[in-house]
């Protein structure tokens, strides 16, 4: 991906985008109750009988996502993130030039955790991304998760609980902040609004959205530190309402060769919703292209929360330009 190398600067143009992606961010995000309710918890569902996000307590299943993303519930009643969910979080600041496209379509993908007993997987199909340059520091994106799989399993017992179907698509428009070309650091500013896919699938079930913003310091022609503020308005894991929740993120990446390059980062999820632990993260991978064209990642990551220790590893081939 190259930078643009226009300079950013003010414009009736960008000044309406901005308009209306804030706009369109909040009527997506306001029309999110009605879709909770289309697509909310089983008949019934309510105080007292059970989890209408992460699990249904009342039954002892592992782990549910009748109305937020399907979690492993801990013995206690506590839902636990998988640490892979939060790999490579930090987002990049590299803008494209005008009218320039870049693309990935992730092939398929797999991840694994554990956490006190509880195994959860995710299988991926198809996942794409492309982006496009509009001019004046701006670039649009948009992301499209064809086919999620996902399974919250108690050790090696029967009861599990299994949830596929077509992912969410989310779209993003963000800005250069700083002068292109310049020396220094390099950063952006977005938003963000995730469109919810089946209601039979492992994701959220209502539109959630937010911002961020990253900022990437370049150590050396081939190493590079990034960092990012992140700030979004999510579905509960353990009611049917929403909530803000905040990240934070460090990585530090490091280009070996044009086909080889690897990296570490740190995570922090703070959760505005009550009954849930601060989340850490701590995840690590490579990236190879075998042969032109075609990318294979592989990686694993480990998380805390309330004193539960969590790991679990991911990998992916892909395809891009």
Known sequence: MSADSTPPRSSPRTTNLLVVVAAALATVLAASPV?????????????????????NLGSGKPGSGTHGRLLPLLPNGSPIEPST???ESTESTEILDEGRWSWEVNLVGGSWDRAQGLNSNALEWAHAEVQRGLGGGLQF????ESWNRGEVREGDRAQSVLESGYGPTTLDLRRRLTTAGAPGPRAC?????????????????????GAFLPVTFS???STHLGTMLEADVVSDALDSGRHVEGVSSLELAHEFTDRFSGRAEVVGVWYGEAGRSFLSVVDMGIAVDPVPHVGLSLGAA????G????LGWFGRPSVHP
């Open 189 to 209: 500013a977005g938003v963000r609004v995730r469109l919810p896919g089946s209601v039979d699938g492992p994701g959220a079930h209502v539109a959630e959205g």
């Open 302 to 305: 480990g998380g805390s929360s």
């Open 219 to 221: 150590l050396s022609p």
């Open 35 to 55: 879709s909770a309710q289309v697509h909310g918890g089983p008949p019934g569902a309510g105080p007292g009988s059970g989890n209408a996000g992460s699990g």
């Open 85 to 87: 969910w939060r790999e």
């Open 307 to 310: 004193g539960t220790t969590e």
């Open 141 to 144: 994106g948009a992301a499209v």
